[in-house]
């Protein structure tokens, strides 16, 4: 058990007010949870102790996203702890509804994911190192194999490669549905199927996230 004094904050189950609404809430209701025990970060929903956000200063406002793992990454260099509880914490809406806020939102992530682990790249605790490297490259294959096949059937004058290609999408997505309801995040195959989609298709926008804040970092 984690000493309590050495805990700078506490987060539990967020949950979807309206998962059913649409497919973008139905999705990243199941983004929200993860395993109790001791966690890199928290989201916005978290009780912090006063002295341990007096120490860091609290949240950063200069940045476009990724408050709450910046300033919780902070805290862990600093000697902290963060703790996940199992229990549901807040309702949430994510009152998204049409694709143009999705794809802002991935571009932000991606932005976020770059902007925040070029922080601490060389610290204790490189925070998105591998999910920032892991979202480059899988974003360069797909963009490859999307070119590749766009390229090769207006060569051949035949949609096949095409075809081929999005069919391959699909058992990835496939693949992921499988592994995310054997995890116990849903029951719901059409849920599962969705989230694994969007779990490959996302790296695209979260990708271009990450250009924008290179670009305009040089």
């Known amino acids: 058990m984690q000493e309590s004094h050495s805990i700078a904050a506490v987060c539990g189950d967020r949950n ?9 809430n139905r999705i990243f209701d199941l983004d929200w949870n ?7 970060y928290v989201g916005g929903d978290a009780l912090f102790r006063r002295s341990a956000l007096e120490q860091a200063e ?4 200069t ?18 702890t963060i703790l996940r509880i199992a229990g549901p914490m807040t309702s949430h809406d994510l009152a998204m509804q049409y694709f143009s806020q999705y794809w802002r939102r991935q571009i932000r992530t991606g932005y976020a994911y770059a902007e925040v682990s070029a922080r601490f790249r060389n610290t204790a ?7 920032s490297a892991g979202n480059r490259n899988r974003a360069v294959i797909l963009i490859t ?21 999005l069919v391959f999408i699909l058992l990835l997505g496939l693949r992921t549905a ?3 309801i054997q995890a116990g995040r ?33």
């Open 16 to 24: 979807e007010i309206h998962p059913e609404a649409t497919i973008f």
């Open 34 to 40: 993860g395993p109790a025990g001791e966690v890199e």
């Open 58 to 61: 609290g949240y950063d406002d």
């Open 63 to 80: 940045l476009r996203g990724g408050e709450e793992p910046e300033l919780c990454t902070r805290l862990r260099l600093s000697g902290w």
């Open 125 to 131: 605790h490189p925070l998105w190192k591998k999910e």
């Open 145 to 165: 194999a999307m070119l590749l096949a766009i390229g090769v059937a207006i060569w051949i004058r035949n949609v096949s490669p095409i075809l081929l290609l």
């Open 178 to 180: 499988a592994k995310t």
């Open 186 to 218: 849903t029951k719901d195959g059409v849920t599962a199927m969705l989230y694994g989609l969007n779990s490959h298709m996302q790296q695209i926008p979260i990708f271009i996230g990450q250009l924008q804040f290179w670009l305009r970092r040089k």
